[in-house]
């Protein structure tokens, strides 16, 4: 049984910085899986953050997120991270990792076969 559980999430003040963890597990190899992250805020759709290509590592952010944000993972941990700095009010949000074997760095969230439960980041100024 495939999972993604994350972590990392908080109540952070303007500026700040966080880092998220998503854990992959029941799966033979974490490489082969492309690794994303996308946020939902109360009241919107949920939106692309970063992807990560499973085989050359390639990234792609979505668009107020680069520059600020940045994913790399660990396949030696079956993990994948969001390194988030100056954060700022409207990235409060539940973030969620989503895994695809195989996947092209996607930014559309019905191409991921896999979700995790999501983490809450909470940004106050």
């Known amino acids: 049984q495939v999972e993604l559980v994350e972590s990392g999430g908080g109540q952070v003040q303007t500026g700040d910085s966080l880092r998220l963890s998503c854990v992959m597990s029941?799966?033979?190899?974490?490489?082969?899986?492309?690794m994303a992250w996308f946020r939902q805020s109360p009241g919107k759709e949920r939106e692309f953050v970063a992807v990560?290509?499973?085989?050359?590592?390639?990234?792609r952010y979505g668009n107020s997120m680069e520059g600020r944000f940045s994913i790399f993972r660990d396949n030696d941990k079956n993990t994948a991270y969001l390194q988030m700095n100056g954060l700022r009010s409207e990235d409060t949000a539940i973030y969620y990792c989503?895994?695809?074997?195989?996947?092209?760095?996607?930014?559309?969230?019905?191409?991921?076969?896999?979700w995790g439960q999501g983490t809450q980041v909470t940004v106050s100024s």
């Open positions: 989503a895994a695809k074997e195989y996947g092209n760095i996607h930014s559309r969230q019905h191409e991921y076969d896999y």
């Open positions: 029941g799966v033979p190899f974490f490489s082969w899986y492309s």
């Open positions: 990560i290509g499973w085989k050359s590592g390639t990234t």
